[in-house]
């Protein structure tokens, strides 16, 4: 069962999906809810040198400072990739949804928007 901060953005997700006046919305509360929900499921871990994470900020904090000079998004990515199976490129493409209806053109098709939710909805099928 996904914790409250993922639940809240999906349950955000679905309410903007049904009124359909915010489709920009919907991407970007399906993204948050996935990342919300990857982070969740992949802390706390231990890598192959014994070294325990117990959240993301401090895996973000000790890959930096090894010089690991990548975003936090492309960091969760990357472990999204590594840890949860068959769940990186849906992670990777709702981030890139995201990025695009936030930053470049918030014009989203209901098409795109229903998209986004699929990505989010196998996601957290995933991680059941």
């Known amino acids: 069962m996904p914790k409250p901060h993922s639940q809240h953005n999906f349950e955000a997700c679905e309410f903007l999906l049904q009124d359909s006046k915010f489709l920009d919305w919907v991407v970007t509360t399906a993204f948050y809810s996935a990342l919300h929900l990857v982070q ?10 014994g070294y325990e994470y117990s959240s993301f900020e401090q895996y973000y904090s000790k890959t930096r400072n090894e010089g690991v000079r990548i975003s936090k998004h492309q960091s969760t990515i990357k472990l999204v990739e590594q840890r949860i199976k068959g769940a990186g ?17 918030y014009h989203v098709s209901p098409k795109k928007a229903k998209v986004a939710k699929s990505y989010l909805d196998k996601i957290r099928t995933l991680v059941d």
């Open 40 to 49: 969740e499921e992949i802390f706390p871990f231990r890598d192959d040198e």
């Open 89 to 105: 490129n849906l992670y990777r493409n709702l981030h890139d949804l995201c990025q695009t209806c936030r930053y470049r053109n």
